[in-house]
């Protein structure tokens, strides 16, 4: 995904790494037990409620902190993505760890959203979301960016949703095309329609699923038709909203109104 150089998943117990650097940033979390780590020759340690945050070409190590070891999820994400810039490493090395139980409810949501094939517009908004808490904490201070009327541009996006409902578009596109920041853009569209824009965007393929169903077509043909990634992942959103699935939908026994 666009931002998104690598997703690592590990568990150590004995293991200690040395010594190296990454070209990207690594945003880690910590589910079980604890991190201790040296970052620019200064030590400091990640327990399982912070979200850390190493910028890149900056030398650290790590090792778990007791015999249990750690388990951690990581994100790297690219140097040149619009979540961050160089222009924070220095604010990144000063305070890697950061406690902020909204900023790591939404790192684990984006790995979910990761995780699952088809969703990835839900992955791009949840990680836009992620970089503007990050540049929040790392410059606190920083001039609001002008941002256009929100009413105007949740219209758009709801316009571009609707005209790419099966062959999609993503948030960079859709921010580029009406001219918004992406974080911007994400809020806008849920102060205006009260729904998320990845939840519209599914909200619309599923009923374009259930028109496709009723006319006959199979589930797997209508999952591609609908701009579904296969037919697991329809089964999954259509039986969410619509309450069974799609081969028993269309089979002609929909739940009663």
Not at 52 to 73: D, I, M, Q
Not at 180 to 196: M, N, S, T
Not at 217 to 223: L, V
């Amino acid at each position: 995904m666009p931002g998104i150089v690598e997703v690592f998943h590990a568990h150590y117990t004995e293991y200690a790494y040395p010594m190296h650097v990454h070209d990207a940033w690594t945003l880690l979390i910590v589910d079980d037990g604890a991190v201790r780590y040296e970052l620019d020759r200064h030590e400091h340690g990640t327990p399982n409620d912070t979200v850390s945050l190493l910028p890149p070409h900056v030398p650290h190590n790590g090792a778990p902190v007791t015999e249990e070891g750690f388990r951690k999820r990581v994100l790297y994400l690219a140097p040149d993505s619009s979540a961050l810039d160089e222009s924070l490493i220095g604010a990144a090395v000063d305070r890697p760890d950061l406690r902020d139980p909204v900023l790591r409810l939404r790192v684990g949501q984006l790995h979910a959203a990761l995780a699952r094939p088809g969703d990835e517009w839900e992955a791009e908004s949840r990680l836009t979301l992620v970089g503007e808490r990050l540049r929040r904490h790392l410059r606190p201070r920083a001039t609001r960016e002008p941002r256009p009327v929100g009413r105007t541009v949740a219209h758009r996006l709801r316009e571009l949703l609707d005209e790419h409902v099966a062959d999609g578009v993503t948030l960079e596109e859709a921010a580029g095309m009406v001219h918004a920041h992406p974080a911007h853009l994400v809020r806008a569209f849920g102060a205006a329609f009260g729904i998320a824009p990845h939840q519209y965007l599914m909200s619309r393929r599923v009923e374009r699923a259930r028109r496709l169903l009723l006319e006959g077509m199979r589930p797997g043909e209508a999952a591609v038709a609908a701009g579904f990634y296969d037919q697991a992942h329809l089964t999954r959103h259509f039986r969410r909203w619509v309450g069974v699935t799609p081969g028993r939908y269309r089979a002609g026994r929909p739940p009663l109104a």
